[in-house]
């Protein structure tokens, strides 16, 4: 393999030090040999790649305007250009800053960023609504989007909970449905990020949920909440298997709420992102065939996006409404029997 200042290949390593690894693969004493100033570009060309920050080799590669793949690796022109990302680029957490604290770091991320965005958006939009004297007897478009929110979470309660404690409930039903309308819709604009994409984010909001459920049902019925694990009127011979077979469904209901709305979000703005790509590529190409057949991609493209906007309304949705379905069967024992 031979280095020179217009070509570079880069392996995927991640730090200056390990360069000389892959140096030494390839004859080091050859190349230390060169003029000191080939070796400094080198190394120029490796930092400005990882500025570019290339992912390892699961999460995806970035490659800069002219490269191409020699032999399973990555050549490197010696100027620079434009940046062709990974689908999944879009769900990198950068470090904006952090704080060292001997073994811990504490970081604030982009994730954290758009999520004290939709915090404070949020609690905005509903604190000028309601506060004093700023309800309007005509409303205006902020009033009547923060009504509308406020009735279909509503009658959703109103529906699913039965008993007269639904009440008591709502407020955090409200927070929960607009929080996760806002991160999804607020996913959809460009060059921002989808907090619920990542699963650690969605598991940890869907077992704070599962838990905090778990002990409203303990509050109201003490241990008598475990007979929801042995349906009236089993044989005995079949009751073991299906107080073990209830158990794992219950506690399986947290993972399957965060994961259902993980992994809709994440795929959709994956495929959104990949047929965009494909059709900003061929957009681009010096030839008319390739332009109109554009055309297609173009509108598959917009027509997905369109689908992806429902979708961000849709699981904002189907979670509210799983958290009032589980809430109602943990206040209200056997009421289906």
Known sequence: MNFDHNHVVIMGLNQRDSIWKLLNDYNVNSLKRRRQAEIDAFFELFERAQRIRFNNWQNGIELLDGA??????IVIPGGGGPVISSP???????????????????????????????????????????????????????????????????????????????????????????????????????????????????????????????????????????????????????????????LISYCFRALSLGIRLFANMMAGHSLVKILSGFAWTMLFLNNIFYFIGDLGPLFIVLALTGLELGVAILQAYVFTILICIYLNDAINLHQNE
Not at 68 to 73: A, K, L, Y
Not at 99 to 118: H, I, K, P, Q, R
Not at 146 to 175: A, H, M, R, S, T
Request: proline share 5%.
């Open 88 to 246: 999944l680029d879009q769900f990198f957490i950068d470090p904006l800053f952090g704080l060292d604290m001997g073994n811990f770091y504490l970081s604030f991320t982009n994730e954290s960023l758009f999520m004290a965005v939709t915090v404070v958006l949020v609690l905005s939009l509903f604190g000028v609504v309601t506060k004093k004297g700023g309800g309007k007897s005509v409303p205006n478009a902020w009033q009547s989007l923060v009504e509308l929110i406020y009735d279909f979470v509503l009658n959703l309660v109103n529906e699913q909970i039965g008993g007269n404690v639904k009440q008591k409930f709502f407020p955090c039903i409200l927070v929960t449905f607009t929080f996760l309308l806002f991160c999804n819709l607020q996913g959809m604009i460009p060059f921002s990020f989808t907090v619920t994409s990542h699963f650690l984010i969605t598991l940890a909001l869907s077992f704070s949920i599962f838990i905090g459920i778990t002990i409203v049902g303990f509050q109201r019925h003490g241990l008598h909440f475990f007979s929801f694990l042995l349906p009236a009127g089993v044989p005995l011979p079949l009751a073991p298997f299906l107080v073990l077979l209830e």
């Open 68 to 73: 191409e793949w020699r032999n399973g690796d």
